[in-house]
């Protein structure tokens, strides 16, 4: 397993392009299942997750190849509708294949996703969204087994707006006859990314962005090219990292507007924010005070998901900021690893209270899941001296050459082979 050994104290500058969406280049890899074409998908970042979706593809007998940050998709030759435990464990939102396969196949076979890091994660809203439509789906033996006899268009109501479901409902939709309105629908940017690629393959679907979607079945186009939307949460990890290490760093070829609450926290924490149309650069040259309360909420709300790096950025912060975390049941196993670095953390349920410290200092800690463990490094960036940080397989699943990117900024992080480091 890899180590990274963080040396902090050095402050960041410099340019950062961001990559490409992990939480829409999944769900439109999914739906080139549905295009029966070859598709080619660009701005895709190189990370497991995404080479954990070529694998299932692959196994369900398409074609998936990646050249540089392009990856080609040809679905035209797919022959199986199962997706085996193993693979369904290397990436649980494996989930997000079940619609597009039922849309191309009308049957499909999943081995049930488990729980993660983050807590249980039940299916029961795609399975709801899904049985609308007509799906017959039976559980056994801990697998998965769906079929229609030819999916109809419905109103589908989703009792909370769950991306995935929203997503798998979407897809599922596309191969459905007639209408199909999502009412309560997610409306993450990755569901409108997801929306404009269906849009590229001749589908006839609006209201991405908005709690109402309609969707069409239709006859996909035979070949299609479409451009990733970038990475917010990657997004929003770099300003976190430049306000808990200071300096001045730009993000380039973003979207202001997709992580625009935390950059507004950041900003009333005393961080200048300079905002262009798709470009946002942080400067960092005075002690953060602790921003008002963050709760995670649904899209516009504040994204769980920036909630551990949002929390690195408070350790130090003059003050005392309540956290309440409100999609996921357990979401602050990174405040015992801040803890480690000498940070003051009160977590009460769903509520974390940080009350900022004058230093931390650095210390041997684990990721515990892929925010978390960035949040980590985060932090480690604007501790006194090193910390090392173990588990950071976890960070790979989402972030492309984490440490290449810090250092490209100027901070002093070292991979490490695990053996070498526990016996340095
Ligand atoms: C997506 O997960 C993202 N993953 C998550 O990002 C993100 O944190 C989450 O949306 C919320 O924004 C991908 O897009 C691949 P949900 P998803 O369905 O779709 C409950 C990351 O860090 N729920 O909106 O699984 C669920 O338990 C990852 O990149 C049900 O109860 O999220 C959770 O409490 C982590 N039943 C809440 O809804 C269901 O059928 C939000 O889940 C589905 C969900």
């Given at each position: 397993?890899?180590?990274?050994?963080?040396?902090?104290?050095?402050?960041?500058?410099?340019?950062?392009?961001?990559?490409?969406?992990?939480?829409?280049?999944?769900?439109?890899?999914?739906?080139?299942?549905?295009?029966?074409?070859?598709?080619?998908?660009?701005?895709?970042?190189?990370?497991?997750?995404?080479?954990?979706?070529?694998?299932?593809?692959?196994?369900?007998?398409?074609?998936?190849?990646?050249?540089?940050?392009?990856?080609?998709?040809?679905?035209?030759?797919?022959?199986?509708?199962?997706?085996?435990?193993?693979?369904?464990?290397?990436?649980?939102?494996?989930?997000?294949?079940?619609?597009?396969?039922?849309?191309?196949?009308?049957?499909?076979?999943?081995s049930y996703p488990g729980g993660c890091e983050l807590g249980p994660r039940p299916i029961?809203?795609?399975?709801?969204?899904?049985?609308?439509?007509?799906?017959?789906?039976?559980?056994?033996?801990?697998?998965?087994?769906?079929?229609?006899?030819?999916?109809?268009?419905?109103?589908?109501?989703?009792?909370?707006?769950?991306?995935?479901?929203?997503?798998?409902?979407?897809?599922?939709?596309?191969?459905?006859?007639?209408?199909?309105?999502?009412?309560?629908?997610?409306?993450?940017?990755?569901?409108?990314?997801?929306?404009?690629?269906?849009?590229?393959?001749?589908?006839?679907?609006?209201?991405?962005?908005?709690?109402?979607?309609?969707?069409?079945?239709?006859?996909?186009?035979?070949?299609?090219?479409?451009?990733?939307?970038?990475?917010?949460?990657?997004?929003?990890?770099?300003?976190?990292?430049?306000?808990?290490?200071?300096?001045?760093?730009?993000?380039?070829?973003?979207?202001?507007?997709?992580?625009?609450?935390?950059?507004?926290?950041?900003?009333?924490?005393?961080?200048?924010?300079?905002?262009?149309?798709?470009?946002?650069?942080?400067?960092?040259?005075?002690?953060?005070?602790?921003?008002?309360?963050?709760?995670?909420?649904?899209?516009?709300?504040?994204?769980?998901?920036?909630?551990?790096?949002?929390?690195?950025?408070?350790?130090?912060?003059?003050?005392?900021?309540?956290?309440?975390?409100?999609?996921?049941?357990?979401?602050?196993?990174?405040?015992?690893?801040?803890?480690?670095?000498?940070?003051?953390?009160?977590?009460?349920?769903?509520?974390?209270?940080?009350?900022?410290?004058?230093?931390?200092?650095?210390?041997?800690?684990?990721?515990?899941?892929?925010?978390?463990?960035?949040?980590?490094?985060?932090?480690?960036?604007?501790?006194?001296?090193?910390?090392t940080v173990y588990d950071t397989g976890h960070i790979a699943r989402g972030y492309e050459?984490?440490?290449?990117?810090?250092?490209?900024?100027?901070?002093?992080?070292?991979?490490?082979?695990?053996?070498?480091?526990?016996?340095?």
């Amino acid at each position: 397993m890899s180590v990274w050994k963080v040396s902090g104290g050095n402050k960041l500058y410099g340019d950062l392009r961001i990559q490409g969406s992990k939480n829409a280049v999944l769900p439109i890899m999914a739906a080139a299942i549905i295009a029966g074409c070859e598709t080619e998908l660009i701005n895709c970042p190189r990370l497991s997750d995404v080479e954990a979706a070529m694998s299932i593809l692959r196994h369900l007998g398409c074609k998936a190849e990646r050249e540089g940050d392009t990856i080609f998709i040809d679905s035209r030759e797919m022959n199986r509708t199962d997706i085996p435990h193993d693979l369904m464990r290397e990436m649980r939102s494996s989930v997000i294949f079940l619609g597009a396969i039922l849309a191309r196949a009308h049957e499909a076979k999943l081995s049930y996703p488990g729980g993660c890091e983050l807590g249980p994660r039940p299916i029961d809203l795609h399975l709801e969204a899904l049985k609308c439509l007509g799906a017959e789906i039976t559980e056994q033996g801990g697998d998965l087994y769906c079929r229609d006899g030819g999916l109809k268009g419905a109103r589908i109501n989703l009792s909370f707006p769950s991306v995935g479901a929203t997503e798998n409902a979407m897809l599922a939709a596309c191969g459905a006859e007639g209408e199909t309105v999502i009412t309560n629908a997610a409306r993450e940017p990755e569901i409108v990314d997801l929306q404009e690629f269906l849009r590229s393959l001749g589908a006839d679907i609006s209201g991405a962005g908005t709690p109402t979607i309609t969707v069409s079945g239709f006859s996909p186009r035979k070949r299609v090219g479409y451009r990733v939307m970038t990475d917010r949460i990657v997004s929003a990890t770099a300003l976190c990292c430049a306000a808990c290490a200071g300096g001045s760093i730009t993000l380039k070829s973003v979207v202001p507007a997709d992580f625009e609450t935390v950059t507004s926290a950041l900003e009333s924490m005393g961080c200048e924010i300079e905002r262009r149309k798709n470009s946002v650069k942080i400067t960092v040259n005075r002690q953060l005070r602790a921003p008002r309360p963050i709760t995670t909420r649904p899209y516009p709300g504040f994204p769980t998901d920036a909630q551990p790096l949002l929390m690195a950025a408070c350790l130090k912060a003059e003050g005392t900021t309540v956290f309440t975390e409100n999609i996921f049941e357990n979401r602050y196993r990174h405040a015992a690893e801040f803890c480690r670095l000498g940070a003051d953390i009160n977590v009460v349920g769903r509520v974390a209270v940080v009350t900022g410290v004058s230093e931390l200092t650095g210390a041997p800690v684990s990721a515990t899941d892929l925010r978390g463990g960035a949040a980590l490094i985060a932090a480690a960036l604007g501790a006194t001296g090193e910390t090392t940080v173990y588990d950071t397989g976890h960070i790979a699943r989402g972030y492309e050459d984490f440490d290449k990117m810090l250092m490209s900024l100027g901070a002093d992080i070292k991979y490490e082979n695990e053996r070498l480091a526990s016996v340095v």
